[in-house]
């Protein structure tokens, strides 16, 4: 998830290039733009690892998590990652079969829901998908996936790009784990109720922030960040009857990276509450491993959804070109 969204239309990326080759004692993270924002987790993980390494730790950031994964493809071997932070189980089974990811080293305690076993990714954070909405704008939110695509085609949603975007993605699979092989004829009726595709999270919030759609795609943690940061409860999650699809934002050390002592270390440090401390309140998503601190009570107040749907990550690999192109073709209709 991601933090100060209005702001990040506007911010400069500090990495946005490729890092140049190796200095000893560097660690290049490739990640997505709205973890490196100053508001963002980024700046307090640098420092924090840092202090702990006497390294020096880059950032280079991209628009979100499918495009960090196409963007390793596209360099493969030739990549100055280290590490790659950014990923989701929607996307480890296609960056497993890249041959560009080496097996972890040591790692923390985890505590993601089902618990977790992969020799090469790891996570750092999870949520839910959710359609946040407008209270003040907004009286009568949809109850039900059902309720989102059969609506009033006035009141609008932003959406992202399944392309780029992993909220994208998380949407698209949200709907076909519901509706199956009623996806396509689900995607033409919610069609007529999205304002905009943005490629990443961060336009189509800003978006949203903006007014300009009183619905948005994003997490059931999102409204933690306005209930502390704005002292507002004006944003809310619509809790959907059918269930809510779970994010696990994962890590994985890079087979060139495998080879810098310093991504074992960085992967031990991220499963510590040194990192898990870190991520409630900037990146504004519920911590992967231990804290060494209690969660802010706002954290409580947030939808805790009754069923949770994941789609295995090989049946994703299997048929997300075939699920996108039936989204490509339900939106150009």
């Not at 601190?293 to 009754?306: I, M, Q, R, T, W």
Request: hydrophobic share 40%; net charge negative; charged share 20%.
């Amino acid at each position: 998830m991601r933090v100060k969204p209005f702001l990040l239309l506007t911010a400069a990326m500090t990495a946005s290039c490729l890092a140049p080759a190796h200095a000893a004692g560097e660690l290049t993270i490739y990640t997505y733009e709205s973890f490196t924002a100053e508001w963002g987790p980024g700046p307090q993980v640098e420092k924090a690892f840092e202090a702990e390494c006497a390294c020096d730790l880059k950032f280079v950031a991209v628009a979100d998590g499918v495009a960090l994964l196409n963007r390793v493809k596209l360099e493969g071997e030739q990549t100055k990652a280290d590490i790659v932070l950014g990923l989701d189980t929607n996307l480890t089974a296609d960056a497993r079969a890249t041959g560009l990811f080496a097996p972890h080293g040591p790692i923390g305690e985890l505590t993601v829901p089902g618990g977790w076993k992969d020799d090469i990714f790891v996570p750092y954070d999870y949520s839910y998908f959710a359609v946040v909405y407008d209270t003040e704008t907004l009286k009568n939110p949809p109850k039900s996936l059902a309720d989102l695509v059969d609506g009033d085609p006035s009141e609008k949603i932003v959406i992202q790009d399944p392309r780029t975007s992993t909220p994208g993605l998380g949407l698209l699979l949200w709907v076909k784990q519901v509706y199956g092989d009623k996806a396509p004829e689900a995607w033409k009726k919610l069609k007529q109720r999205v304002l905009t595709v943005t490629p990443g999270w961060s336009e189509s919030y800003g978006l949203f922030t903006k007014g300009e759609a009183p619905m948005v795609l994003s997490y059931t943690t999102s409204p933690a960040y306005h209930m502390i940061e704005d002292k507002t409860e004006k944003y809310q999650a619509a809790e959907f009857a059918e269930g809510h699809y779970m994010q696990i934002e994962v890590a994985g050390v890079t087979t060139v990276g495998s080879k810098n002592p310093l991504s074992e270390e960085f992967m031990a440090f991220m499963t510590s509450p040194a990192f898990q401390d870190i991520i409630p309140q900037t990146n504004w998503m519920l911590p992967a491993g231990p804290t060494g601190k209690p969660l802010n009570p706002a954290f409580d107040k947030l939808v805790h959804p009754a069923k949770s749907l994941l789609m295995a990550p090989e049946e994703v690999k299997k048929f997300r070109k075939q699920w996108v192109d039936e989204w490509l073709s339900a939106m150009s209709q």
